[in-house]
């Protein structure tokens, strides 16, 4: 459900349509501000929500622009076919970031740039191979995050070692253009 909240009393613009889509949204129950993996674009007036993988199609998952108003689709960009996307944000011009993993083929992530009127992607940062692993760790359940040209990535929780045998990782990685 979209609202209009800019009146003292809330009002239903819009109810969200999702098809037979399932979104990669993450949020805590009853705490709006907790959501990831999604953005709001004021310039499309939609939500961008990344899709579930799906093994069938060509690609592994799509972002999916849904309008506010309408609460119908306004379009599509598709991903890869060896990796997913995940939903960042926005940029400082209002342009959707997206994160996409490392390729099943070797590759390092990517961070691409959406237009949110035209859907159209462009690569902005591409990590190496040489630390294609490394970077794939964080991927399951870590944070990723962009800004000013490098990527962030990092674990959720830590802790110590539970023994000798673990291996010691680290607990964040940069990766950036410079």
Request: charged content about 25%; aromatic content about 4%.
């Amino acid at each position: 459900m979209a609202v209009d909240d800019s009146a003292a009393r809330g009002t239903q613009r819009g109810a969200i349509e999702v098809g037979d889509d399932t979104y990669t949204l993450d949020c805590q129950p009853s705490v709006v501000e907790s959501c990831v993996e999604l953005a709001v674009s004021k310039e499309r007036d939609a939500v961008f929500l990344g899709t579930e993988q799906n093994v069938d199609a060509a690609t592994m998952n799509e972002i999916v622009a849904l309008d506010l108003a309408t609460g119908k689709e306004a379009g599509r960009t598709p991903g890869s076919a060896d990796a997913n996307l995940r939903v960042l944000g926005l940029d400082e011009k209002g342009a959707v970031l997206a994160y996409q993993e490392t390729t099943l083929g070797g590759a390092g992530g990517a961070v691409w740039r959406v237009a949110p009127r035209t859907h159209a992607k462009t690569r902005v940062l591409r990590g190496g191979s040489a630390g294609r692993d490394t970077e794939a760790s964080f991927e399951a359940g870590g944070q990723v995050r962009y800004a000013r040209g490098h990527l962030y990535l990092g674990q959720k929780l830590i802790s110590a070692p539970d023994g000798p045998t673990e291996k010691n990782g680290p607990l964040a990685i940069v990766i950036g253009t410079e």
